[in-house]
């Protein structure tokens, strides 16, 4: 009651200045919840709404409002096994009885049936098949003609060269590839036989990987990074370029400027990158703001001032993340550099933030590209996401020791990613490709 008092007592002048107050205080708690509760924050990262307790729902009982019926997990009765989709039976065995098993009398025709469909490899899963060609006598020529056929040149069949490419993809090593199908069936294959297969692959998949990169040179945007590789013992890269439905990767180069020039030759849209040098040259760039905030989450841990930085830009790359989602408005990207300048003036007063200042001074407008063209994210997480399959492959194998390894990226690896970003069934895009 003291506190209406003394509002009573106050001007008109004087309640208009508390009101002011207040509501620049409420303007600054829900431009700080922005980053915490917004269109792009995940479900389990929202601020909890208060609900009601026991005891409360206890005294609604009496309540005239319907109440809602109690919520069960899982299917309801009656769906037919949670909304898995199966394919149409390839084979259909009947499972029949003569005698019962509970009389002894004789059963005579079903009255019914009951369905369960399996889906398992074959009893022999890799089989040799004799295929024979009828030869006839041309009744004019007197020449010898027998069918056309589609066979691979090898005695490996399409299915058998396609599952040891694919087991390949997924970085394994050629000796277990070769343990693996011979516990299927087929005893003579070994390692040597999974890289002749994968060498014909490359030359086979070449043509394909050449339109990939002409059409990816088209795209409005492009992610690109770069990844460690050695190559006979010398350290090297393998740079990847991506698109949501194209991937082209080259191994086998230095981190040099020239290489990356070489890859995206002719590219006119917006590059999407991190930090490295070596972008520099390309005028269109939309630096990753993911890196940034990595860089002031490693440095804000021991250091409060820098974690005070780290709160705003949060609050601005939520900020950026709404902008992004329409037009360009050019006032608010205005204060949003205004913002980020103000930020890099703080860390200029704090030891320790020196890195941080410098990282975002030679971004300078490259932070906000993305705000000004359709689409264009404001991250580089696609890229190294893409680039893992290619650490992994690092892990196994160690280095790349000839050209075939070096190839095998640039051109399976790059067609393989292509397929598997646009939703292609790979296994039957790489038995259509001919060996």
Known sequence: MSKRKELRQLSKNQLIDEIFILREKLSKIEHYLKAFDNAHTPSSKKLKKNTKNKEDESDDDSSDEKKKPPRFP????????????????????????????????????????????????????IQTIEHRFMQYKDPKTGEIVEAQNNLPKSIYGKNLQSIA??????????????????????????????????????????????????????????????????????????????????????????????????????????????????????????????????????????????????????????????????????KEINKAKSTLKDIVACLQTIKGASKLEKLIKNGENDWFTALYYPRVPLHNNHAERELRSVVLLRKTIGCIRNWKGKRWIDVVMSVIHTWKLQGQNIFQKLRAVQT
């Open 165 to 330: 490419i694919m087991l390949k993809n997924i970085t394994n090593s050629h000796e277990k590839i070769a343990d693996f199908l011979r516990e299927l069936g087929a005893p003579s294959f070994s390692h040597t036989t999974v890289k002749d297969i994968a060498t014909k692959y490359i030359f086979a998949l070449e043509p394909e990987q050449k339109k990939i990169l002409s059409e990816i040179k088209k795209e409005s945007y492009l992610h690109s990074d770069e990844t460690g590789f050695r190559i006979d013992g010398i350290n090297r890269y393998v740079w990847g370029i991506f698109t949501k439905t194209r991937a082209i990767f080259m191994a086998g180069k230095t981190r040099a400027q020239k290489y990356f020039k070489k890859l995206i030759s002719n590219f006119k849209g917006v590059l999407v990158v991190d930090g490295y040098g070596g972008y520099d040259y390309y005028p269109l760039k939309q630096r990753c703001w993911a890196h940034l905030i990595r860089d002031f989450k490693e440095l804000a841990k021991d250091n409060s001032e820098i974690n005070n930085q780290l709160r705003r830009l949060l609050i601005l790359y939520e900020e950026l993340k709404l902008l992004n989602t329409g037009p360009p408005n050019e």
């Open 74 to 125: 899982g299917k309801p009765k009656g769906s037919n096994g949670g909304g898995i989709k199966l394919p149409k039976p390839d084979k259909i065995e009947e499972h029949k009885l003569d005698i019962s098993p509970i009389s002894g009398l004789p059963l005579g025709k079903p009255i019914g049936y009951r369905v369960k469909k399996i889906v398992d490899f074959p009893d022999k899963p």
